[in-house]
């Protein structure tokens, strides 16, 4: 790392009084182009004053109190057209963050699985995980999202010819129709056990992990986390006597009612999403095994490590501090690529505020709430990150 | 007379670990897992390929009508070929064909001059930034030429160009935006890092919507910028803030003691930075640059939500042809068949700068 300014730039610096030449140079220089952002920031305000006084629209922030008035396709809390602006800006919020998060997920296993992959021993895997990941990385991302939206999910049956899985699930051009849980009185105990369960596998963890390093024997945690996550919660959920009731899909004259429903502009998004960035992903997780020395990989072959083992315990762990800073740029991105909903309809911020935009022209104080909570989401993300990458890089020798 | 020893000629290798045989079981079939990975790839590679082949070419239709197309099952390229001037030109009239063309052909002859050296490198950085000037003259028209309004600028040839456009004037922003974030003056610094850091953090079509609909209110009373232009000053300070990254990187790489001996040698801060530091740190950036070029040039297909119909636009569009209805499918394959051809060329392009040197970490 070089620093950013050398000293030898430092020994130039004159050093006469406070009216030497390079001073008062830095002086103007500096006063000018903040005489610049001020003078073109208030002209630009002055005419942009001017220009909604011309046409009538009030600006502020009053109008998110307003009435919506427009209904909303998918939403994950209860709307209604007659809820304010605000409350509909809030829907879009909560999907955006709903669908990244879930996206987010899922690319991060598809990049794991492909990258793995094209490092493969396996010729014929690893050609395949190339020709995945050359294919989606070189198509625009709009592109693959109305392709699946337009084209995959249209091929769908229609409502009456729905693809009918035991009278539970259905499928069709509206969406993917799901049994819906609803919890009972005693669903709070099997809440109850899930939490304990989890507590009880981060005890595991570190028990395990002490117990290694005094005893050298392995515990087998994931085994033991997993049966433990199941178990426990099925266990209260039989003893408080069964207390979910499932909710079916049922076809109630033109469309299905009912049950849990995936619509396909979520289906599409989500997926688009999610092979997109995961031909991202699994470059970087590639590109970070390949970073690996191959010594490394030698000596875990000489110690006598199983392949699975050895990726698992040398290399993945090495990789994972190339992997953790361009895998954060890739999540970033991926929060801002969902944007793209708006392209096919699914009800996301910027959709939901464009539909505002269009109904009531308040452009500047939208896009000026679309600017701040992408830029606060990515703020947050990259914090996060930075503190993965952080934990990432301590095993410092 | 000794016995003198004589080895025997050494046997050939096993026939199981030679040739075809051989590669096989070393990549294909060590092993029980790997094995089962060869068989599910190759169920996966069977039942996928042969429907897509069929479609794709063997029952496809290469001349002929919607009516034949529909009866033969397989895709309908001659649906393609009907549309090949809405895809190249978007709805330009046809009797200026030829200008868009001549664009192309300078775009190409000018890239093929660059990535081929025949140009001197700074005369072919002036052409490049000046290429803008007889496209916008060719494709716009005015000084002799008959007049095309932007509206009607479209396909191919729109993509195109906002890419180009782009890049071509992003570059210098970019470089100026990093160079003022290295700046020792706080006021140029603060301003650069807060438009960097602005801009790399909404989306893109965030800065579209702002173009296409903020941007009317910025302008004083009967100033008009038609939506082309709006859209490309958008994708200008969108992509400057990247490019800025880019170049900022480059800047850093850069050893100090190229600054010392410049110092030395009695050079100038702005001697040091332009005729030292800068020829370094761009022919490092060489390969991420391309790669921001690629990204720009999927980007643009942004464009279509603001309504203009670039290549991707174009391809929607055909698709609802009446007379052409229900080949959405051949539409966008062709559409991500093209836009799959320049990206990865040009990812290939940037790959094999990497290769001849160009990049910060391959010296």
Not at chain 2, 59 to 82: K, Q, V
Not at chain 2, 299 to 324: C, E, R
């Amino acid at each position: 790392m070089v620093s950013r300014r050398s000293p030898a730039l430092d020994l130039e610096r004159p050093r006469g009084g406070y009216l030497s030449r390079g001073n008062v140079v830095s002086l103007l220089s500096q006063l000018a182009v903040v005489a610049l952002v001020i003078g073109g920031g208030y002209l630009l305000f002055a005419t942009t004053q001017a220009n909604l006084e011309q046409r009538q629209i009030h600006s502020g922030f009053r109008f998110l109190s307003f009435e919506a008035g427009f209904s909303i396709g998918d939403s994950l809390i209860p709307y209604s057209p007659s809820d304010t602006y605000g409350y509909a800006f809030l829907v879009g919020i909560i999907n955006t963050f709903f669908v990244s998060i879930l996206s987010i997920v899922l690319a991060t296993v598809v990049g794991i699985a492909v990258g793995v992959a094209e490092v493969s021993r396996n010729w014929l895997i690893a050609r395949l995980g190339e020709i995945y990941v050359e294919l989606l990385r070189n198509v625009p991302l709009l592109l693959t999202l109305i392709f699946m939206y337009t084209v995959v999910l249209a091929g769908l049956p229609a409502v009456r010819q729905s693809i009918d899985l035991f009278g539970l699930v259905f499928l069709n051009q509206r969406g993917l129709y799901l049994p819906r849980p609803l919890p009972l009185d005693g669903f709070g105990y099997v809440a109850a056990a899930f939490a304990a369960a989890v507590v009880g596998v981060i005890v595991l963890v570190r028990w395990a992990r002490r117990h290694h390093e005094r005893t050298g024997t392995a515990v087998p945690v994931l085994a033991l986390s997993v049966a433990l996550l199941l178990l426990a919660p099925l266990v209260a959920y039989v003893a408080a006597g069964l207390p979910l009731d499932w909710e079916l899909p049922a076809l109630k004259g033109l469309n299905f009612r009912g049950g849990w429903v995936c619509r396909p502009e979520f289906a599409a998004l989500l997926v688009g999403l999610v092979l997109y960035r995961g031909a991202f992903i699994a470059e970087n997780v590639r590109a970070g095994i390949v970073a690996v020395g191959k010594g490394q990989r030698e000596a875990a072959a000489a110690l006598g490590l199983p392949p699975g083992r050895t990726m698992h315990l040398v290399v993945l762990p090495q990789a994972l501090r190339t992997i953790i800073p361009s895998t954060t740029n890739d999540y970033v991105s991926l929060v801002k690529d969902s944007s793209l909903a708006v392209a096919i309809g699914y009800p996301d911020m910027v959709s939901i505020g464009g539909t505002m935009i269009g109904q009531n022209g308040q452009a500047i104080e939208v896009i000026g709430m679309w600017m701040a909570i992408y830029l606060a989401i990515n703020l947050l993300v990259s914090l996060l990150m930075n503190w993965a990458n952080v934990k990432a890089q301590l095993v410092d020798r | 007379m000794p016995e003198v020893f004589t080895p025997s000629p050494a046997l050939p290798p096993p026939p199981s670990t030679v040739g075809a045989i051989g590669w096989m079981r070393e990549n294909l079939f060590k092993g029980w897992f790997n094995s089962a990975l060869t068989i599910v790839a190759l169920l996966f590679i069977g039942a996928v390929v042969p429907p897509l082949a069929s479609w794709l070419a063997l029952d496809a239709t290469f001349s002929g009508d919607a009516a034949a197309c529909r009866a033969s099952g397989g895709a309908c390229w001659s649906f393609i070929a009907a549309e090949a001037r809405l895809f190249m030109i978007g709805t330009y009239p046809i009797a200026h064909a030829w200008r868009p063309l001549v664009s192309g052909l300078l775009l190409l002859g000018l890239f093929v001059a660059t990535a081929r050296h025949l140009l001197p490198p700074l005369t072919a950085a002036a052409l490049w930034l000046l290429l803008p000037l007889p496209v916008y003259w060719l494709l716009g028209g005015g000084l002799g030429l008959e007049e095309v309004e932007p509206a009607k600028w479209g396909g191919l040839m729109l993509t195109l160009l906002l890419a180009v456009v782009g890049v071509v004037v992003s570059v210098p922003c970019g470089i100026l935006l990093a160079l003022g974030r290295r700046s020792r003056f706080v006021a140029i610094k603060s301003v650069c890092v807060g438009l960097i850091e602005l801009v790399r953090g909404v989306p893109m079509i965030t800065i579209l919507f702002m173009a296409t609909i903020m941007m009317p209110f910025f302008l004083p009373q009967g100033v008009q910028v038609g939506i082309v232009f709006r859209v490309q000053i958008g994708i200008i300070l969108f992509s400057s803030a990247y490019m800025a990254e880019v170049v900022r990187g480059g800047l850093q790489g850069i050893d100090r003691g190229q600054h010392e001996a410049a110092a030395a040698l009695g050079l100038k801060r702005w001697h040091t930075t332009l005729f030292i530091v800068l020829p370094q740190a761009l022919r490092d950036v060489l390969p991420p640059l391309i790669g921001r070029c690629i990204a720009l040039l999927k980007d643009t297909s942004l464009v279509i939500i603001v309504g203009l119909l670039d290549f991707l636009g174009i391809a929607k569009a055909a698709a609802k042809d009446p007379q052409w209805l229900g080949f959405d499918a051949e539409a966008f394959v062709f559409c991500a068949a093209v836009y799959w051809v320049l990206c990865f060329s040009l990812s290939r392009y940037g790959k094999s700068l990497e290769r001849r040197g160009h990049g910060a970490f391959k010296k």
